[in-house]
């Protein structure tokens, strides 16, 4: 009696067409948001509609999609299109006080992603938990990451560029307050984006 041993190869993570699609989509969305008017601040960083963006990918998308739609938006800006806030483009922006909010986006986008994953698994309501992971995104990633960039781009004192910072916080509120709606909203009118946000079922070779 002989016995056949099978062994099964681990499946590949590959995207499918339809995350490429949102991955791109969602890179243009965020260019449109950052283009929209900014209101001037001193420090030399604008208030824009850029975050409004980042938050919206990564609770749409999740951790994944949403930090690769970022950074992709990211690049495209740095080869020279201008896509960031002003019209402006190319590598020339990290020297500039914005560069460390710019940086941070990706991974803000990816953090927003992985707490909403989270707290859509507990009891808290979807809405206050979608609000809560981006707006905790931004408190964790985007402000620290701002805050250095000011001490190092704009030479400003630590306490200083905390100062400076504390003036994006109201519109940070708001700016997540509406991700959270519109994500909501995506999730009701497209029920299925929601499951492919899921973690995959044995045997699914689709990166979620």
Known sequence: ???????????????????????????????????????????????????LGVALAGLTLGPVRGFLAVLLYLLVGFVGLPVFAGGAAGLGVLGKPSAGYLLSF??????????????????LPRYPGLFLAGFGASILIVHPA????????????????????????????????????????????FPDLVLRRRRPAAGDNVLR
């Open 1 to 51: 009696m002989t016995s056949t041993l099978t062994t099964e190869r681990p499946a590949r993570t590959t995207f499918a067409p339809v995350d490429l699609a949102l991955v791109a989509v969602f890179a243009a969305l965020v260019a449109v948001l950052s283009l929209a008017p900014a209101i001037p601040l001193a420090g030399g960083v604008p208030i824009t509609l850029q975050t």
């Open 106 to 123: 990706p991974i803000a986008a990816l953090l927003a992603g992985l707490l909403s994953r989270a707290l859509i698994r507990t009891r």
């Open 146 to 189: 701002g805050i250095a960039g000011l001490m190092a781009n704009a030479n400003m004192a630590f306490d200083k560029a905390v100062i400076t910072d504390l003036a994006f916080w109201p519109g940070d509120v708001i700016k997540n307050l509406v991700a959270a709606g519109l994500a909501l909203a995506v999730f009701k009118a």
